[in-house]
């Protein structure tokens, strides 16, 4: 580095001597001194400051001078000079020539530039301080360099130009699996890299404009086409490495390298597409385009449809040979004349070797001397000679260049019908999708069409009940008045009566009432005829108040003359009280006048709406009409699918058992075995979905639309019977000679049983007349069988499993009440100590949490019961604990259910009791109460799995578990709930906090952030493997891997 610093100080185009001559020099001096100074000049003029491409000829000459010294000594010399260091573009021009000499220098470049590994590191460290700009694809290209070198000193059968043969390949990796696993790594490593310079280049320029036509983009893009060739080879051989590597390893071990593959497929095929879009690769290099999705490792036939990329340079229009490729004029010293060997041998064919003119050739003077026509035909002859020659020489170089032309012109006809076909499919495409987007549109604008109509129609319905709205509000304030004058009348009638006034007068009084009310009636007729049987009431009740009158008109005259006086001041106040009530009647005839032109002109409203509804109401009906014949096409479109899709999972199904079939007869299957166990649970699944296809099949001949049951009951089924023919043929393998061939005579019996029923089944016709009979008893023989060849338990694990099931039951039910009693008494607890918001949350978690307790203990109780009517049912002869030892893998699962049950009760009163303490989190509840609804399914499906359908214990059992959801679901509610109430009181006052405090508390946020994200993905890592964990540890404890479960 510190040649590098001091050479910062320097000119930057400084051509140096490279060597001086000295006096006596010899030709290899000269020649020497000669090559230096042009390498000095084409390194010079490859790498300098103008942000332009590097010419392809000054970097030729460096390539090609690596070959002639068999090395880099004279390029380093050069570079050490140039001050890298502090200019970007220099620095970038030098990475584009020496990445160009490792790939097609001489491979000695690379040992020799490992001398200067560290500088390229500290150079790359400096120019990685700056974070756009040169300075930043400088520090990732000089990475790039050293992980070039690095890789090629690691692997040295890799050339620099990373074309190798198949044959190669297999010998980089030694035949040794733990070499092409390393191999590939590297190849991720290097690849990385270059896809890395591929992105920072693309990052750095403004992509919305032409920058391939301009010279400083040029500039930027020129390495790339180095990048290219790097990165086809790269992916070429990782595809070929990673197949051969499935080959020899489980899939499981390569999962990250499928990983990273995927995530540099997805990178390269991008970048190769973007890249094959610019102007400026166009003319220079044809990029191959990736396939549409990745090699598919994990079928081994994939390795035959894979496509090795190709890149393409097409030929240069002049030849290197003919350029100028090392301009020396400066440089060359004119002292000393040097006459060209070309002109020389020239001169000597034309006019003969100095010996023609030595006056010391005796042969010439005595006349020998050849005469000159004799001498020109000679070298006529030499040089026809010589031009046969070079025309045999170009003869089989232009065979050789047209059998390559004609190869690669036979690749580019395939790729171009590949790419029609292609085009021809998208042309397909395009239409249909154009022809369904038509479609969409049009049955887009029919909604919209009828979304504004019944808008509109809304709307004026809505506006129609505003209106009727404020006419009934209008008619409540008339009938309110109404009553108000029919009470005031009902307490004149009462004063008339009270008071003794004579009877003349109260009977014009009577009258002048009677009027006003007949006048207001008449007024509330026409508006509403609802008043009718009102006003025919007040005439009842004033004919019964005339009889009260007539009644009282005796004792009227007996005491009129005592009341004389205060007759006459009752009188008065009635007048003006009729004075009154006259002004009011006016006014209320008024309102009713107005009233009744409003209903007038709301009614020829309504009706004008009502003939628009109309109308609109038959466009509606014109618009089903024809939506209707659109659904029975569609529906007879939907029926013919229908039956397809049923064809379609029939024919998979009778694939699946004729590959089940032919599984029994092939070589590879003999060293499969399997238990007599587990073929029994696989001929009892068998037999269950056989009774649902039964079922299905009756319910689509019933209703052909229940089609989704019947090919969903036809899948599973194929797969059951083929999973019951390969475990019967594995079964098979371990059992006595005798019972084999009668299982294998059963086994193939079933399949052929089942294609028939399926052969059936195909055909609309035969699909009623199918038989499932003879199938149900091939599996039932197969059970049969099964079923003999069962292994008995021993009497000491029969005793040890029937009291280990009651123990763990019992212990179950002990937790669940010891939870249950600790929950009622933290509720009593938590009424005493807390108040306000923290003890309705309180109360609620644990209210919520005795709910689950409850439904816990009832789901225990229903599965105790269960398992007795099991036990009871499916004993026969034998005791209980013999039925246990029996059944030891049912017996397993309840024991691990019922152990699963009462941890998790005892845990989420713990977390429970932590979270009405304070020191708890809402979400350890909310977990704990997973876990149980998780542990109280298992426990319900280990109960009911040898349970009779119709048992009623069964339908308490299944009632008891979705109690158990229920009240889980209610604590999680609850505990959501209450956190949130909680959260709420904590609130967020930012009033007092100045711009700087809230940008610092901004900055600490998004730091937080940040690092919950983080820990959040790691602990989800955890989680996933703590349950991995757990599903070994389940495994080997109750037997999951055991070879009688399965094939193996």
């Known amino acids: 580095m510190d040649r590098v610093k001091s050479s910062m100080q320097q000119v930057p185009n400084a051509i140096p001597k490279v060597i001086r001559r000295t006096g006596g020099a010899n030709s290899l001096e000269l020649e020497k001194e000669n090559f230096e100074r042009g390498q000095a000049v084409s390194i010079n003029k490859a790498i300098n400051t103008q942000e332009v491409a590097v010419k392809e000829k000054h970097a030729r000459t460096c390539i090609l001078g690596t070959h002639h010294e068999k090395g880099a000594h004279t390029f380093w010399a050069a570079v050490n000079r140039l001050p890298l260091s502090s200019n970007a573009v220099l620095c970038w021009k030098f990475c584009h020539v020496f990445h160009k000499l490792l790939r097609d220098g001489h491979p000695n470049v690379i040992k020799d530039s490992m001398r200067n590994k560290a500088d390229l590191t500290d150079m790359s460290r400096m120019w990685g301080h700056l974070s756009e700009g040169y300075g930043k694809l400088c520090s990732i290209y000089l990475k790039l360099l050293i992980t070039k070198m690095e890789f090629h000193i690691k692997n040295p059968r890799f050339p620099g130009n990373l074309q190798m043969s198949n044959r190669q390949l297999d010998e980089a990796g030694e035949n040794d699996v733990n070499n092409f696993f390393q191999l590939t790594v590297e190849m991720f490593d290097y690849l990385e890299c270059e896809l890395n310079l591929f992105l920072g280049v693309f990052s750095s320029l403004d992509m919305s404009r032409s920058v391939s036509v301009t010279a400083a983009g040029q500039c930027r893009l020129a390495p790339l086409i180095q990048v290219i060739l790097d990165s086809s080879h790269l992916y070429d051989y990782t595809v070929k490495l990673l197949f051969k590597l499935h080959s020899c390893l489980p899939a499981?071990?390569?999962?990250?390298?499928?990983?990273?593959?995927?995530?540099?497929?997805?990178?390269?095929?991008?970048?190769?597409?973007?890249?094959?879009?610019?102007?400026?690769?166009?003319?220079?290099?044809?990029?191959?385009?990736?396939?549409?999705?990745?090699?598919?490792?994990?079928?081994?036939?994939?390795?035959?449809?894979?496509?090795?990329?190709?890149?393409?340079?097409?030929?240069?229009?002049?030849?290197?040979?003919?350029?100028?490729?090392?301009?020396?004029d400066d440089l060359v010293d004119t002292d000393v004349p040097v006459l060209p060997a070309a002109l020389e041998t020239k001169f000597d064919d034309l006019f003969g070797t100095s010996a023609a003119i030595d006056p010391f050739n005796f042969n010439s003077q005595n006349g020998m001397r050849k005469d000159d026509k004799d001498r020109l035909i000679e070298q006529l002859t030499r040089e026809i000679q010589a031009l046969k020659d070079e025309l045999d020489s170009f003869r089989l170089e232009s065979g050789r260049l047209c059998q390559a032309l004609r190869g690669r012109a036979n690749e580019l006809e395939a790729e171009l019908a590949e790419q029609s076909h292609l085009r021809l499919q998208a042309a397909g495409e395009s239409e249909f999708l154009k022809a369904e987007l038509d479609d969409l549109r049009r049955v887009r604008e029919d909604t919209e069409k009828e979304q504004r109509s019944l808008t509109e129609i809304e709307k004026k319905a809505q506006a129609n009940e505003q209106r009727y709205t404020k006419l009934k509000e209008k008619y409540s304030e008339l009938v309110q008045s109404h009553a108000d004058l029919l009470r005031k009348n009902a307490e004149v009638t009462r004063q008339m009566t009270v008071a003794r006034a004579a009877q003349d007068e109260v009977d014009a009084v009577r009258r002048e009432m009677q009027e006003k009310m007949k006048a207001a009636q008449e007024v509330a007729d026409r508006q509403e005829r609802e008043q009718l049987e009102q006003l025919q009431e007040l005439q009842r009740e004033l004919v019964s108040s005339r009889t009260e009158l007539d009644s009282l008109k005796t004792t009227m005259a007996s005491s009129q003359q005592a009341s004389s006086e205060v007759l006459g001041t009752q009188l008065v106040t009635l007048e003006s009280e009729k004075a009154e009530l006259v002004q009011s009647l006016s006014k209320v005839e008024a309102e009713l006048a107005v009233r009744g032109e409003e209903l007038e002109r709301v009614q020829s409203s309504l009706a004008t709406e009502r003939e628009s509804g109309v109308k609109t109401a038959e466009a509606l009906q014109n618009q089903l009409n024809e939506k209707e014949s659109r659904e029975q096409s569609l529906e007879s479109q939907l029926v013919t699918a229908r039956w397809s899709s049923l064809q379609g999972a029939v024919e998979e199904a009778e694939k699946i058992i004729q590959d089940s079939l032919a599984q029994i007869d092939d070589p590879v299957h003999i060293s499969c075995t399997s238990s007599a166990d587990y073929l029994a649970t696989r001929c009892q699944a068998s037999l269950g979905c056989i009774d649902r296809l039964h079922s299905a099949r009756e319910a689509f001949l019933a209703d052909n639309t229940g089609v989704s049951e019947l090919v969903r009951v036809v899948t599973q089924c194929g797969h059951l019977v083929g999973d019951t023919i390969v475990q019967g043929s594995a079964t098979s393998h371990m059992v006595p000679v005798e019972q084999a061939d009668a299982l294998s005579v059963s086994v193939k019996a079933c399949g052929a049983e089942a294609l028939a029923l399926l052969g059936q089944m195909k055909q609309q016709d035969s699909l009623t007349a199918a038989d499932n009979s003879k199938l149900k008893a091939a599996l039932e023989a197969i059970l049969a069988t099964a079923e003999k060849l069962r292994p008995r338990g021993l009497e000491l694990q029969q005793g040890e499993l029937g009291d280990l099931v009651e123990q763990e039951m019992a212990a179950t039910s002990a937790a669940v009440e010891s939870a249950a009693t600790r929950i009622e008494e933290m509720l009593n607890k938590s009424r005493a100590v807390d108040t306000g918001i923290k003890m309705e949350v309180n109360e609620r978690i644990l209210a919520s949490c005795t709910e689950l307790m409850r439904a816990i203990k009832e789901l225990v109780l229903s599965s105790k019961n269960l398992q007795r009517d099991i036990v009871e049912s499916g004993r026969g002869a034998a005791s209980m604990k013999e039925f246990y030892a029996k059944n030891s893998r049912w017996t397993e699962g309840l024991i691990s259910a019922s152990k699963a049950v009462g941890w998790g009760a005892t845990v989420m009163v713990d977390a429970a009791d932590l979270v009405v303490q304070g020191k708890g989190k809402f979400e350890e509840l909310m977990v704990c109460s997973h876990e149980i609804a998780a542990s109280t399914a298992q426990l319900v499906a280990a109960s009911k799995v040898k349970a009779d359908k119709d048992s009623g214990n069964l339908h308490r059992l299944q009632q008891a578990s979705r109690g158990v959801t229920q009240a889980t679901a209610a604590v999680v509610a609850s505990t959501k709930s209450g956190k949130s109430q909680i959260e709420e009181t904590d609130t967020m006052d930012f009033s007092s906090m100045t711009l700087t405090q809230i940008k610092r508390q901004e900055m600490d946020a998004q730091v937080l952030v940040l690092e919950l994200e983080t820990?959040?993905?790691?602990?989800?890592?955890?989680?996933?493997?703590?349950?991995?964990?757990?599903y070994e540890l389940a495994g080997v404890a109750e037997g999951w891997g055991e070879p009688e479960e399965g094939t193996g």
């Open 252 to 328: 499981d071990t390569l999962q990250g390298h499928r990983d990273r593959f995927q995530e540099q497929f997805k990178k390269l095929k991008s970048l190769f597409y973007r890249s094959s879009n610019l102007q400026y690769f166009k003319r220079l290099i044809q990029i191959p385009q990736l396939p549409e999705n990745p090699p598919n490792f994990l079928r081994a036939s994939a390795l035959s449809e894979h496509i090795s990329p190709v890149v393409v340079i097409p030929a240069e229009s002049s030849s290197p040979e003919l350029e100028h490729v090392v301009e020396t």
């Open 1015 to 1030: 820990r959040l993905q790691k602990e989800r890592e955890r989680l996933g493997e703590l349950r991995k964990k757990h």
